[in-house]
């Protein structure tokens, strides 16, 4: 990526895609002429981490199916997101699984019946730990973005815990927000 800044916005990454359509992240990329993949490190129940069993409404140490993955723009990492989804919704799922989801995790989501209807994001800069570090190729004085995104369904039961950590220099973080 070099120097140049990568723009993203949140709503293609909130909404289902039809079966056969690429994931988000490769559409946006190859919509800007670059190459977006993935590589998915993690993917599993554990036990919720204390903020996470919080933003998803659990007991602090109930098990939750997280996906580990990072993200990269022409080969060069650019964020690492790990993904929280309540057990009740995703034990036994593709998204307890390392393989591609065709359409992506949303769209599995949609077809278990978990659509949805409320985002709330909170971004941060901070400095990245050792393991941020290495994983994003930064130096040690170079700041992240940490964006953490719950998402709500039309009952205001949280489905699905975003932790994103990107380097701060290469991120632009772009909101629309329709109001009434």
């Known amino acids: 990526m070099g120097t140049s800044e990568w723009v993203s916005t949140s709503m293609p990454y909130l909404t289902p895609r039809e079966t056969g359509q690429s994931d988000a992240w490769g559409a946006e990329t190859a919509a800007r002429g670059r190459r977006g993949s993935q590589r998915i490190v993690h993917a599993g129940e554990i036990a919720a981490p204390p903020e996470i069993a919080e933003l998803l409404g659990i007991g602090e140490g109930e098990n939750v199916v997280v996906r580990r993955r990072v993200m990269f723009v022409d080969d060069v990492p650019c964020e690492l997101t790990d993904t929280y989804y309540p057990a009740h919704i995703a034990q ?3 998204l ?5 989801i065709p359409g992506g995790a949303i769209s599995l989501l949609a077809d278990l019946g978990h659509v949805g209807a409320r985002v709330k994001e909170d971004v941060i800069a901070r400095m990245p730990s050792q393991e941020e570090r290495d994983a994003l190729r930064t130096g040690a004085d170079e700041p992240v973005l940490r964006l953490t995104r719950v998402t709500l369904d039309a009952r205001d039961q949280p489905i699905q815990v975003d932790r994103m950590a990107m380097p701060g220099h290469l991120q ?9």
């Open 92 to 94: 036994g799922t593709r």
């Open 96 to 100: 307890a699984g390392t393989a591609r």
């Open 172 to 180: 632009r973080l772009r909101y629309e927000i329709k109001i009434g």
